[in-house]
């Protein structure tokens, strides 16, 4: 069995549902193990916060965390809307550089990109 690296980018807030389906899709392939990291800039940060009502959200988010799929949020978008660190959700982890830095990164290390 193979072992396949993805990033996928998301921008939008209204993006959410594609991205956790595409997820869905890439988990049940029979074809090998799937690491996968969510690098989330733009208005898509506004939903990482703690204290949002995305229950069915934060419940995929729970999920896939578990199954080896990395959730990031751009520290400089973060800094962009005015949301403290401490305000995002636990399961999202705030990259250290801004995304286009992280993006190269992992584009390095061989992850395959698809922007949503």
Not at 36 to 46: C, E, N, Q, R
Not at 52 to 61: F, Q, T, Y
Not at 102 to 115: F, H, M, N, S, V
Request: proline fraction near 2%.
């Amino acid at each position: 069995m193979s072992n396949f690296n993805v990033l996928l980018h998301m921008a939008k807030n209204e993006e959410w549902d594609h991205v956790m389906n595409m997820i869905g899709h890439l988990k049940a392939s029979p074809e090998g193990e799937w690491n996968i990291v969510v690098m989330i800039t733009g208005s898509a940060s506004l939903s990482c916060l703690n204290y949002s009502k995305l229950d069915e959200l934060k419940a995929g988010i729970d999920k896939y965390s578990e199954k080896n799929v990395h959730f990031k949020v751009c520290c400089k978008n973060l800094l962009k809307y005015g949301i403290a660190q401490e305000w995002v959700y636990p399961k999202i982890q705030i990259t250290n550089d801004a995304a286009v830095i992280e993006i190269a990164r992992l584009l390095d290390e061989g992850y395959k990109y698809i922007k949503i």
